[in-house]
């Protein structure tokens, strides 16, 4: 399996709401990014559903500086 369908499949989710924001980054966002950020994306994916969530949804914002932005680029690429 290549990096973008692993990818691909680790974003598919429990919510709809997270599975069309985060295939949507993949499809126009995630070529964009460097090695060190795709690492953090992988690692971004690891969180628990509810808590992604509410950071792209932008109710709560991530601690941590890296997540903070990725967060912003995947609302980024949502938005009309």
Known sequence: ????????WKCRRGMLELDL?????VG???HQLDPAQRAEFD???DYPDTVLLEWLLGRIRPTEREIV?????IRAAAAP
């Open 43 to 45: 690692r971004l994916l």
């Open 21 to 25: 924001l985060l295939g949507q980054f």
């Open 69 to 73: 932005r990725l967060v912003d680029k």
């Open 28 to 30: 126009h966002g995630y």
């Open 1 to 8: 399996m290549n990096e973008l369908a692993r990818v691909r």
